[in-house]
Every structure is written in C-alpha cells, then in structure tokens.
C-alpha cells in the first residue's frame, strides 16, 4: 500500500467516523427515548388485555360448568349407557360426563 492510498484511507475513516460516531449515537439516544416513553404504554396495554383475557377464560369456564351441572342428568346416562367405541367416537364431546360418574345411582354408570 502506497502512502497515497493510506492517506485516503485515513481520510475515509476520519470522515466515517466524524459522520458514523454522532448517527450511531444519536439513534441509541432516539432508542432510549421511545423505548422509555412507549415502552411503559405497551407494557400497559398488553398488561390490560392479558388481564381481561384471563378474566374471560375464567367466566367461560364458570359458565361451562355451571351448564354441565345443569344438564349432566339429562346427557350423561346416555354416554355411560354407550359402548366403550361409542363413548369414544359417537359421544366423544361428552366424555367431560366421566367427572360426573360418581353422582349416578349404581345403575348407569358401567
């Protein structure tokens, strides 16, 4: 490398760096500076929808349950009165009915 070539590329890097060093810094500032002031608003929102997410689950499943309570004299003997293959294919959306077995009179449940 000749001393021409150094001296250009001494130059290049002095002006990459006189224009590279305050970019760079000025972008981590602007980072910290939305990070800071959005990041506490994001935080808040996905706080608050996960809450309320967590909340309908939760009142889904009371409902759910409070409809088995309900109805599990009346489609449960049906799904113990089943074959094991029809428990298992036919009547697959009542197996929650097995929690329920111990509240039958010794006649329906198998």
């Known amino acids: 490398?000749?001393?021409?070539?150094?001296?250009?590329?001494t130059l290049v890097i002095f002006l990459g760096s006189l224009v590279g060093v305050p970019l760079i810094a000025t972008l981590?500032?602007?980072?910290v500076v939305v990070?800071?002031?959005?990041?506490?608003?994001?935080?808040n929102s996905w706080s608050a929808n996960e809450s309320r997410l967590r909340q309908e689950e939760e009142r889904g499943a009371?409902?759910?349950?409070?409809?088995?309570?309900?109805?599990?004299?009346?489609?449960?003997?049906?799904?113990?009165?089943?074959?094991?293959?029809d428990r298992w294919f036919r009547y697959r959306r009542l197996s929650w009915c097995e929690d329920y077995r111990d509240r039958f009179p010794g006649g329906h449940a198998r």
């Not at 490398?1 to 590329?9: E, F, P, Q």
């Not at 981590?28 to 980072?31: L, S, W, Y």
């Not at 800071?36 to 994001?42: D, E, I, L």
């Not at 349950?65 to 109805?71: K, L, S, V």
């Open 62 to 85: 009371r409902i759910e349950m409070a409809a088995r309570e309900q109805t599990f004299l009346t489609l449960c003997p049906e799904y113990f009165q089943a074959s094991f293959l």
């Open 28 to 31: 981590a500032i602007a980072a």
């Open 35 to 43: 990070a800071s002031t959005m990041g506490a608003m994001v935080w």
């Open 1 to 9: 490398m000749s001393d021409r070539d150094a001296g250009k590329r």
